[in-house]
């Protein structure tokens, strides 16, 4: 079933914690911990686009990031990352069995 | 050597702004006596400053130091330029800067001890620290934890989340072998921020003045992160460029969140 509702970095941290048993720590600890592993799902993602970004177009991206909006960002990478679904897909399934060890 | 802090105030505003005088009690006062004597004392004070930052870090260590370990000094700095009113530098940035570069000091010395030791051997010493702080803290009471255990914590956490995120890169680091240690360790350093932000709740000057713990913990990451450009961790300029990205998290988040392949 395709996940596409508006939440679904939330939700993929909020079940990789349940996953692991640690929904029933302490609710600052849980908050903190959701806060971290999507700071960590965020970093793997942005550096696997960054990666299958053509070289050329590195430096123009850099611009971009200076001086766009958020949909001029996000357009420029899906016009010019092919597959940047399975990219992204395939990071989140990576991080999750690096972390539920499957 | 140059004068850090110097470059960093004219990097943010170019030399326009030494050339301003601060408005006086009096009034705002531009006069060129004045401006020749005010622009002398505050590049004295910036003076005074990096002699004091050399004081605590060492001449010889900084010549020795990467370029990119300079680079995150240079930005520290920057912080503590840009953190401040006005664009001038006095006695109270004077005070706040040395206060946050005998945190590059300990941080620096710190990294160093910690550098050839096991993660698992910190993350047990972070756990200790932890466990005392969990045990003394009785409702609504916070255990005295003292400013220096509290930048060694700090400091620790810091090493640690800079270890996990290498670890990634370096996908044969003996010291998480298993997702067991990848959670252990997420649940400490969860642990250990709720802790230390509390703490600074109750203890406004173990932080750099104007400083949220979260601020301040990021300058202690900055320094944990020194010189990693190893395994195959992503290259200088790109480290560069993801922080950027991370600065704009709304572009990438909703990138995910419309992702439309099972994951």
Known sequence: MPQNNSNSLNEFVKDLI????????DYEIVVQLKADLRDRVESRVNAAILANLPPEKVEYFEKLLDQSSTEEVQSFCRRNIYGLDEIIANELA???????NV | MENIFLKSLERKTGNAA?????????GD????????????DHKAVLAKLDAELEARIGYSKRSALA???RDVISRVAEKIISSEAGNFVDETVLASAVELSHFIKVSLSLNEEMEHRETADLAGELESVLGNFWDSKGEGEMSDMGKEKFIDAAALLAEIESRLERSYYQKNDPAFPVSEEYSHTDVLLAQGKVALR?????????????????????CLRGIADLGFDGGNGPARKNK???KKMRHNPLAFRKLVNMTSVVV
């Open chain 2, 29 to 40: 006062h531009r006069g060129a006596d004045i401006f020749d004597g005010r622009f002398a």
């Open chain 2, 67 to 69: 370029e990119s370990q």
């Open chain 1, 94 to 100: 990576k991080f999750r069995a690096t972390y539920l």
């Open chain 1, 18 to 25: 349940r996953s692991r048993g640690l929904d029933n720590l």
């Open chain 2, 240 to 242: 560069l460029i993801l």
């Open chain 2, 198 to 218: 509390k703490i600074v709740k109750d203890n406004q000057d173990f932080v750099p003045k104007g400083k949220s713990f979260d601020e301040f913990f990021e």
């Open chain 2, 18 to 26: 030494l050339d301003r005088v601060p408005a006086s009690e009096e």
